[in-house]
C-alpha cells in the first residue's frame, strides 16, 4: 500500500538541506570537543606524571642528606648541545 503524501509532510521537508548542513555543523563541533576534551586530559596526566616525579626525585634528595636547593647545578656549555 502506498501512502499520500501530505502537505504537512512537503513542508516539513521543504528545507531539507538546511537541516542537513546544520546537522553536519553540529556533528563537526561535537567532534572536535570531545578530541579537545581529549588532548585536556592527556595534558593533564603527563603534568600530573611530571609533578609525582619531581616530588618523587625531591623526596629521594633528602633521604640522602642533600640539599635540594644545592641539588641543581647549571647546566655546562656540553649539556646544552645535547
Known amino acids: 500500500m502506498r501512502r499520500t503524501i501530505?502537505?504537512?509532510q512537503i513542508a516539513r521537508h521543504r528545507n531539507y538541506n538546511?537541516?542537513?548542513a546544520r546537522h553536519s555543523r553540529y556533528i563537526k563541533m561535537k567532534r572536535?570537543?570531545?578530541a579537545l576534551v581529549y588532548v585536556l586530559i592527556i595534558i593533564l596526566m603527563i603534568?600530573?606524571?611530571m609533578l609525582v616525579r619531581r616530588a618523587e626525585h625531591q623526596k629521594?634528595?633528602?633521604k640522602n642528606g642533600k640539599d635540594v636547593a644545592l641539588?641543581?647545578?647549571p647546566?655546562?656549555?656540553w649539556q646544552v648541545y645535547e
Do not use: D, E, R
Request: proline share 10%; aromatic share 4%; net charge positive.
Open 32 to 34: 572536535s570537543i570531545i
Open 75 to 77: 647546566p655546562t656549555k
Open 60 to 62: 629521594q634528595l633528602q
Open 6 to 8: 501530505s502537505p504537512g
Open 18 to 20: 538546511k537541516l542537513m
Open 71 to 73: 641539588a641543581v647545578k
Open 47 to 49: 603534568l600530573l606524571y
